[in-house]
């Protein structure tokens, strides 16, 4: 270690590929700029584009480069301008690639409820900022019926909880084994695959406002069918958006910071959660890539940094 310097641990990759290229390694401890804090990180996230950015789907990029972006942990140094909260505070929030590490720099972060554990925390992150930004740009209405393909990960369960707590009727899509968790939540759940558009107009016989594609499994002419209209449908997830005249959100155009906030407040009144479907540790972080890069998970794949 070099005079100074404290280091800790951190799961990084020094090459593109598949998850066995991931390796927990001794880096230099992070340190927060203006308008950011510096958290001891209790759980982090692993999110599809954790693996699609190691395996270099995104092109090239710097490396060695760490992975994780969703973490949640507790306060240990905040920078210049930070006023809003305290070192010692419990906080889930969003970080550049590396949150995967016995430390992490926070660039947008909400308080974490006392009741909610730091395992679900980690998972409410990029999930609640993507499903509101969608609706956002929807816009999705009080009073609407709204269908999300691919209602049962991480993203999807964030939007129908957002969109129920907003008022609207939601119709989710979702494998039968999930069909009972979702009616849980008050969705009407209908199986995805060909015969969509009949399952849905058959649970929704006055119509479908508008569409949320989470899952990017070529449902999009469907989902136009259902609403009638390319600008009432969006995608996460679907590169063939722009052949069908639907936009596809990744953030460019702008973002929620403010979900993470509603998503702890839903969470407080009994009417937002996000399942922690397993706990890896960092030396199973490899693992934990595999199994998200297979998908069909209900909620969250979390690694567990310290207890």
């Known amino acids: 270690m070099r005079e100074g310097v404290i280091t800790v641990k951190a799961v990084r990759y020094e090459e593109f590929g598949g998850p066995e290229v991931l390796r927990v390694m001794e880096v230099d401890a992070p340190r927060p700029r203006a308008g950011e804090v510096r958290i001891a990180v209790r759980a982090a996230a692993v999110n599809p584009v954790d693996w699609k950015m190691r395996s270099g789907a995104f092109g090239s990029g710097r490396l060695p480069a760490g992975t994780g972006m969703d973490a949640a942990g507790i306060v240990d140094q905040v920078g210049e301008g930070v006023d809003d909260i305290a070192v010692g505070e419990a906080v889930f929030g969003s970080s550049a690639p590396g949150a995967i590490a016995e430390y992490a720099v926070l660039r947008e972060w909400a ?19 993507t499903a509101r930004r969608a609706l956002n740009l929807l816009p999705a209405r009080a009073g609407e ?44 759940p209908v199986v995805y ?17 508008g569409a949320v594609d989470i899952a990017g499994s070529g449902a999009l002419p469907q989902l136009i069918e259902l609403t009638g209209r390319t600008d009432r449908v969006i995608t996460i997830a679907d590169p063939a958006a722009d052949q069908y005249g639907v936009r596809m959100t990744s953030g460019k155009e702008g973002h929620a910071p403010e979900a993470r906030a509603e998503a702890a407040a839903l969470f407080e009144q009994g009417r937002f959660t996000m399942p922690v479907a397993r706990i890896f540790s960092m030396d199973e972080v490899a693992e934990a890539h595999a199994a998200s890069e297979r998908g069909h998970v209900r909620g969250k794949y979390i690694v567990q940094v310290a207890s």
């Open 111 to 129: 308080r974490k409820p006392e009741s909610l554990s730091f395992e679900e925390a980690a998972g409410f992150v990029m999930t609640s900022e």
């Open 145 to 188: 019926t709204l269908v999300v393909n691919g209602a049962s990960g991480g993203v999807g369960l964030a939007a129908v909880q957002f969109a129920l707590a907003d008022g609207l009727t939601v119709i989710g899509t979702a494998s039968e084994a999930n069909h009972e968790f979702l009616r849980g939540l008050g969705v009407i």
């Open 193 to 209: 695959g060909d015969g969509l558009v009949e399952r849905v107009r058959s649970a929704a016989p006055d119509g479908v406002d």
